[in-house]
C-alpha cells in the first residue's frame, strides 16, 4: 500500500462510530508541539502512561478530551494524520489472555455475577454490535497495523513495562516516572485458572491475526 492508502486506512480505523456513539480517538494523547503521539490501548498499563504524559505537558486536551465534539476531534485528527511521519508514535500492548482476564476483572462492576467463562462467551465472542468495547476496540493487530505496516514507530510490552517505558520516555525526551494508576487488585498469578481449552480456542479464533502477529501464548 502507498503512504495515502495507509493514511487512508488509518483515518477510517479510528474516526469510525460504534453503537454507543464512541469513536478510537479518544484514546490517542498528542503533542503537537513536541511531535509525539502516544494511544491508549485497554488494560496495558495506559492511564499511567497517560498521566506521565500530562505531568510532562505532552497532551494538547483535544482528542484525549471526552467533552470535545465529535467534529472537531475528526479535524484535528485528519490534520494530525496528514503529518503522521513527522511524529514520534507509539503505543503499548498486552498478552491477550492476560488482557481479557485484566478486562473481566475491571469491568466486574458492570457484568455482575457473570462468571469469565460467560463473558468470553456471551460478550467478547458476542455479535460486535451488542458488546463493541470487547471487539476491535481490543483487537490489538487492528490497533496497530494498517496495510500490513506498522502505525507505530515503538509498541512496548506490558511484560516488559518499566524497560519499555524507559526506552519511550528517552525517545520522548522526558524523565521516566513509575505512576501507577487503574491496578487492578485480583491474583495475577493465576490467569491460566480462567481458561479451560474451549475458551482459549474461542479467543484464539476470534484474535487469530493477533495472536500470530505477536506469538501470545497460554501455558494450560
Same mark, same amino acid.
Given at each position: 500500500?502507498?503512504?495515502?492508502?495507509?493514511?487512508?486506512?488509518?483515518?477510517?480505523?479510528?474516526?469510525?462510530?460504534?453503537?454507543?456513539?464512541?469513536?478510537?480517538?479518544?484514546?490517542?494523547?498528542?503533542?503537537?508541539?513536541?511531535?509525539?503521539?502516544?494511544?491508549?490501548?485497554?488494560?496495558?498499563?495506559?492511564?499511567?502512561?497517560?498521566?506521565?504524559?500530562?505531568?510532562?505537558?505532552?497532551?494538547?486536551?483535544?482528542?484525549?478530551?471526552?467533552?470535545?465534539?465529535?467534529?472537531?476531534?475528526?479535524?484535528?485528527?485528519?490534520?494530525?494524520?496528514?503529518?503522521?511521519?513527522?511524529?514520534?508514535?507509539?503505543?503499548?500492548?498486552?498478552?491477550?489472555?492476560?488482557?481479557?482476564? %485484566? &478486562? *473481566?476483572?475491571?469491568?466486574?462492576?458492570?457484568?455482575?455475577?457473570? =462468571?469469565?467463562?460467560?463473558?468470553?462467551? $456471551?460478550?467478547? !465472542?458476542?455479535?460486535?454490535?451488542?458488546?463493541?468495547?470487547?471487539?476491535?476496540?481490543?483487537?490489538?493487530?487492528?490497533?496497530?497495523?494498517?496495510?500490513?505496516?506498522?502505525?507505530?514507530?515503538?509498541?512496548?510490552?506490558?511484560?516488559?513495562?518499566?524497560?519499555?517505558?524507559?526506552?519511550?520516555?528517552?525517545?520522548?525526551?522526558?524523565?521516566?516516572?513509575?505512576?501507577?494508576?487503574?491496578?487492578?487488585?485480583?491474583?495475577?498469578?493465576?490467569? %491460566? &485458572? *480462567?481458561?479451560?481449552?474451549?475458551?482459549?480456542?474461542?479467543?484464539? =479464533?476470534?484474535?487469530?491475526?493477533?495472536? $500470530?502477529?505477536? !506469538?501470545?501464548?497460554?501455558?494450560?
Amino acid at each position: 500500500m502507498t503512504s495515502t492508502e495507509i493514511k487512508g486506512e488509518i483515518v477510517r480505523k479510528f474516526c469510525k462510530l460504534d453503537e454507543r456513539g464512541h469513536t478510537l480517538l479518544t484514546p490517542f494523547v498528542v503533542s503537537r508541539e513536541r511531535k509525539v503521539i502516544y494511544f491508549h490501548i485497554a488494560k496495558t498499563g495506559g492511564s499511567s502512561i497517560v498521566h506521565l504524559l500530562q505531568k510532562n505537558g505532552l497532551d494538547d486536551n483535544i482528542l484525549s478530551n471526552k467533552k470535545r465534539p465529535f467534529e472537531e476531534k475528526i479535524d484535528s485528527f485528519l490534520s494530525l494524520v496528514e503529518d503522521w511521519d513527522s511524529y514520534y508514535k507509539f503505543t503499548f500492548v498486552r498478552n491477550k489472555y492476560d488482557q481479557l482476564v %485484566s &478486562l *473481566y476483572n475491571y469491568d466486574r462492576a458492570i457484568l455482575g455475577e457473570m =462468571t469469565f467463562a460467560e463473558f468470553i462467551q $456471551e460478550r467478547v !465472542n458476542a455479535r460486535t454490535e451488542y458488546f463493541p468495547m470487547y471487539d476491535y476496540w481490543i483487537d490489538q493487530h487492528f490497533l496497530t497495523v494498517a496495510g500490513d505496516q506498522e502505525m507505530f514507530d515503538f509498541v512496548g510490552r506490558f511484560e516488559n513495562y518499566e524497560h519499555d517505558l524507559k526506552l519511550a520516555c528517552a525517545n520522548i525526551g522526558i524523565p521516566f516516572e513509575d505512576i501507577r494508576s487503574n491496578l487492578g487488585t485480583y491474583d495475577k498469578t493465576k490467569k %491460566s &485458572l *480462567y481458561y479451560t481449552p474451549e475458551l482459549k480456542q474461542m479467543v484464539d =479464533t476470534k484474535f487469530a491475526r493477533e495472536r $500470530e502477529h505477536f !506469538n501470545w501464548e497460554l501455558q494450560l
